[in-house]
Structure formats: structure tokens, C-alpha cells
């Protein structure tokens, strides 16, 4: 067991029952050319977050922690962005660029694309978990759960970015799941 010096109180982990859950680190958040940067979000704070984690996930694996990536993604024909009627299909960043903008249409978090690639900084390894998630909480319509369940997972780790989205949105389904979610403070 190991004691997390947490807010509002400290909490006991077990190392073997943690994961860490890297959210959305893509080129599409923290790249230059990528969706963020393309829709005029700074993201001069994308390069000391991608070191933070880098150095993250390796005192991780080091100590065996299992590493899960979520990744945002849509498939090529948009069958998983939602129809028309979608909250995520009219607000989601993406969505609305790729409408607005015609000549970004299929570059955007789609299946396989550069702006759907996790930066080559913290590229997956072999045994790494990598979960695709086609909405802002990595619990929605995904494996996620039932790999954390498998594993006898309890703790969860969260880094990533665009924290106010995609990893809240994750953390407090984690919560309803009976998961302790904990955010991680990188510096």
C-alpha cells in the first residue's frame, strides 16, 4: 500500500489494483496543426504536459502499473458521431469544425488519421491498453470497465489533457462505477 499525499485527505493505493488512464494526449489536443490549435485553443502548455506525462508513464511501468489509453475517435463515415439530433453530434469540437470548415471534413479524430494519433511522445507500448471512446467520458459505450473490472483495477491515476472535459467526464463515471478516481497533479 502506498499513501497518495491526495486532496482533500490523503488516500491508501494499492499499486497492484491501479491503473493510470492517459486521456486524449493526440495529436489533436497538443499538437500544432492539430483540432485544438486549428480552432484558435492555445496550446503552448500541450509540450510541458506531454514531458509531465512521459516521465509519468515511466515510473509507472517501471513499478508495473498497467497503463490504458482512451483515445477520441469517430470512423470515417461518422456512423458513431451521433445523428443530427446528438448533443455530441451539435457541441462536440470536431463535429462543429468539420461542418463548419468543409475543407477539415474527415481530418478530425478520425479512425487513423494524424490528428486521431496518440503524440509519438507517449506512444503505447506493447502491453498498454489503448480504448477508443467516440464521446467525452472513456465509460461511454466502451470496454473500459470491463477491462478495469477484469483486472481487478480500483485506483485510477488520470492525466491527459483538456482536463475540464474528456478526463472530468471519465473521472466522475469512474466514480459512479465505484473506481477511486484521482487526478493527477503534474508539474
Known amino acids: 500500500m502506498v499513501l497518495l499525499n491526495a486532496r ?45 506525462n512521459r516521465r509519468l508513464l515511466g515510473v509507472a511501468r517501471e513499478n508495473g502499473v498497467p497503463v490504458v489509453y482512451l483515445q477520441m475517435s469517430y470512423k470515417p463515415d461518422l456512423s458513431d458521431a451521433g445523428d443530427p439530433s446528438s448533443p455530441n453530434y451539435q457541441k462536440e469540437l470536431g463535429m462543429v469544425l468539420m461542418r463548419e470548415r468543409p475543407e477539415l471534413r474527415g481530418r478530425l479524430l478520425i479512425d487513423d488519421s494524424w490528428d486521431w494519433r496518440i503524440v509519438d511522445a507517449l506512444k503505447p507500448r506493447q ?6 471512446k467516440s464521446r467525452y467520458s472513456g465509460f461511454c459505450n466502451t470496454e473500459l470497465e470491463a477491462y478495469l473490472h477484469g483486472r481487478k483495477i ?17 473521472a466522475r463515471d469512474a466514480y459512479s462505477r465505484e473506481f477511486w478516481p484521482i487526478l493527477v497533479r503534474m508539474r
Open 127 to 132: 502491453g498498454d491498453k489503448v480504448i477508443r
Open 154 to 170: 480500483r485506483h485510477l491515476l488520470f492525466t491527459g489533457v483538456a482536463t475540464n472535459i474528456c478526463v472530468d467526464a471519465t
Open 8 to 52: 482533500p485527505r490523503p488516500v491508501r493505493i494499492d499499486h497492484a489494483r491501479t491503473a493510470i488512464v492517459v486521456v486524449d494526449m493526440q495529436n489533436a489536443f497538443v499538437s500544432a496543426g492539430g483540432m485544438f490549435d486549428l480552432a484558435g485553443i492555445d496550446i503552448s502548455g500541450a509540450a510541458p504536459a506531454i514531458e509531465a
